[in-house]
């Protein structure tokens, strides 16, 4: 069975930083696309970072240049890098698989699995 679980939420300070952790297992992760989802209170999941099997990464436009995602497939993690905190990154954020069967469905993205979430609050 394919399992994401992701760690390293909590609270951040405005400003600061967090890094958020997603061992996979159950699926040939050097293989996929792997991204972060985000889920703010009240609101609907929007992708947050994609990365490809190649490296190649994207992010959307609101944490461009603060957030950085990477993976090691070595050790089957992917990772979150998130920098210069905003309270609007207040979320769950979720590790989440891509798949050409996916129903979870962001700006054209599938995704087929996803993790429990982890959740990040920024506040001072």
């Known amino acids: 069975d394919v399992q994401l679980q992701a760690s390293g939420g909590g609270l951040g300070q405005p400003g600061g930083s967090l890094k958020l952790s997603c061992v996979a297992s159950g699926f040939s992760f050097k293989t996929f696309a792997m991204g972060w989802i985000r889920q703010a209170p009240g609101k609907g999941l929007e992708g947050v970072a994609d990365?490809?099997?190649?490296?190649?990464?994207d992010y959307v436009d609101s944490v461009r240049g603060r957030f950085t995602i990477s993976r090691d497939n070595a050790k089957n993690t992917l990772y979150l890098q998130m920098d210069n905190l905003r309270p609007e990154d207040t979320a769950v954020y979720y590790c989440?698989?891509?798949?050409?069967?996916?129903?979870?469905?962001?700006?054209?993205?599938?995704?087929?699995?996803r993790g429990q979430g982890t959740l990040v609050t920024v506040s001072s």
């Open positions: 989440a698989k891509r798949g050409m069967r996916g129903k979870t469905v962001i700006n054209g993205r599938k995704y087929d699995y």
């Open positions: 990365i490809m099997n190649d490296g190649r990464t």
